[in-house]
């Protein structure tokens, strides 16, 4: 019987840190971008430019505010540095799981770290980190549409490039976004119309497109309004994202913070650490 509730807590704990993943991964892949915008240029050519220099960016900070389907109410600050090699941190809070919902997430050289919270020290001999090894355990290690190692090293500017695909861009209007001066766009996508606006894009920016539709394929939605705030700098300022899921509703709010600033992220200590991979063995494969 004690065996049978330890594994259970176990598994809950390594479930609770697999949907961590899939928001720091999954959600947080919601764009920005770098772009000369002209005010003369109509709202869809605004767009696109704005986009288009995404890879150029180098690191950024950013906040998330918003719901997503199962997990509830999200809150999350992260720092992301994708040159020259991948880093991120995240603190991370899902208000409405309760002790669960506090986590923080870091990823170093292929490795990710899911932690910091006192419940899951509870249930892993006191050691407050779980590790997972994308690199030695594959994209396919926990099943299909797991997050953790097919998208955890995405530039999360990659999404901003989403919106250029709709047929239905407009300016809303100025607002001001933590203080900071923006314009607003917006406009509908449906995964159709994003699959046909790649045929004319090369292998490369098809691919890192098609990464990002297959994520809301996961989660069931087929349509998305989608609004960006762009700076008098021509950087995405906030981007949010809004649809209806199979299990819920998904609106996710990202605010830049900055970009192109230094990024530092280090490993947990070893004694503080438990390897997922081994937990994961020791449950089955469950």
């Given amino acids: ?41 109509s709202p869809a050519a605004a767009v696109a ?16 505010t918003g719901q997503v389907p199962e997990q509830g109410r999200i809150e999350a600050e992260a720092s992301m540095r994708m040159k020259p090699t991948v880093a991120m941190s995240m603190q991370m809070t899902a208000p409405d799981q309760g002790a669960d919902g506090s986590v923080e997430i870091r990823l170093i050289d292929k490795v ?46 990659a999404d901003s490039a989403l919106l250029t695909g709709a047929k239905d861009v407009r300016e809303i209007g100025t607002e001001k976004v933590d203080g900071v001066e923006t314009t607003h766009y917006r406009g509908t996508v ?10 004319d894009e090369d292998k490369a920016t098809r691919e890192k497109r098609e990464k990002s539709i297959e994520q809301y394929e996961e989660l069931g939605v087929d349509k998305l309004t989608m609004d960006m705030w762009v700076d008098g700098e021509d950087h ?5 994202m809004k649809g209806a899921a199979d299990k819920g509703p998904l609106d996710l709010t990202i605010t830049f913070l900055d970009y192109n600033e230094p990024v530092s992220v280090q490993a947990p200590p070893a004694k503080d650490t438990a390897d997922l991979a081994e937990m994961m063995k020791e449950l089955g494969g469950s």
């Fill in 1 to 41: 019987m004690e065996l049978s509730v330890r594994r259970s807590a176990r598994t809950r704990t390594i479930g609770a840190g697999f949907a961590a993943v899939a928001l720091a991964t999954g959600a947080v892949s919601c764009g920005t971008g770098e772009g000369e915008e002209s005010p003369k240029m």
């Fill in 49 to 64: 430019e704005a986009a288009k220099n995404s890879d150029d960016i180098t690191s950024l900070r950013y906040r998330m």
């Fill in 112 to 157: 990710m770290y899911i932690g910091g919270n006192a419940e899951m020290a509870k249930e892993m001999d006191g050691k407050s980190w779980m590790k997972l090894d994308m690199s030695a355990l594959g994209e396919d290690a926990f099943g299909a549409g797991n997050p953790a190692a097919g998208r955890a090293e995405q530039n999360p500017a």
């Fill in 190 to 199: 449906t995964l159709d119309t994003l699959r046909d606006s790649l045929k």
């Fill in 236 to 240: 995405t300022k906030q981007f949010r």
